[in-house]
């Protein structure tokens, strides 16, 4: 089963966790760009808060969508020995990517938030959406860093990812969601009808409309 797009991924993961709807102590973090649509669909359908967890990914030179390890925000990196080992990369090819992805790690962060502070994650719980898993390092990047600020737990939500990735993520969260594991895994865009890039305009809008939300809501709950 190929999902329309991002917006419908997000749609049918909603459907699955209804648990955390309208919950004080739920909070739904996109990694962008192409989780954060997925996301913004499901915080919008449970009714809570949307942010991001900035993190990059580290392709192997020459290869770029392969994933040697990934790095997030607060100097958390996270290395796939299998890969470096497999592709004979050196330590000091692996420092140069990760001091590029750095960069662009940093401008992605003052990009998306526009000058507001990361959303508190400390004691809630914390659905962590991407549009899918290969490799598995992204999202490993983003669950070390986010240890680092004390969730109360960590639910990793994917639409579509490989089987033996899911299995070595899922070690790593309190709970893990994904709506399918298909055997023969080569990408994630193969299980998309469109999986066009998302622009960093497009994850700006979708954060700007969940806080214009959340603000409606509160304002409603306070003149009630």
Not at 8 to 33: F, I, K
Not at 128 to 147: C, K, Q, S, Y
Request: proline share 5%.
């Amino acid at each position: 089963m190929r999902f329309a797009n991002r917006e419908d991924a997000g749609r049918q993961l909603a459907a699955h966790l209804t648990e955390y709807a309208n919950r004080a102590d739920v909070v739904v973090l996109g990694l962008p760009r192409g989780g954060v649509p997925v996301a913004a669909e499901i915080a919008g359908r449970l009714h809570a808060p949307l942010d991001v967890l900035v993190v990059r990914k580290l392709g192997v030179p020459g290869y770029a969508e392969l994933a040697m390890g990934a790095i997030a925000s607060g100097g958390v990196q996270v290395l796939n020995a299998d890969v470096i080992e497999q592709t004979g990369i050196s330590p000091a090819a692996v420092a140069h990517a990760a001091a590029r992805e750095r960069v662009e790690l940093e401008r992605r962060e003052r990009a998306f938030r526009a000058g507001r502070a990361p959303m508190s994650v400390s004691g809630r719980v914390v659905l962590l959406v991407d549009d899918g898993l290969a490799t598995g390092a992204t999202m490993e990047a983003g669950i070390a860093g986010l240890r680092q600020l004390q969730p109360a737990s960590i639910v990793v939500v994917v639409p579509v990812g490989a089987p033996e990735s899911c299995s070595r993520v899922r070690r790593h969260a309190d709970r893990f969601v994904c709506l399918q594991q298909p055997p023969f895994f080569q990408a994630v865009g193969e299980w998309y009808e469109d999986f066009s890039q998302t622009t960093d305009e497009e994850v700006q809008r979708l954060l700007e409309e969940a806080r214009t939300r959340m603000q409606g809501a509160a304002a409603s709950v306070a003149s009630s």
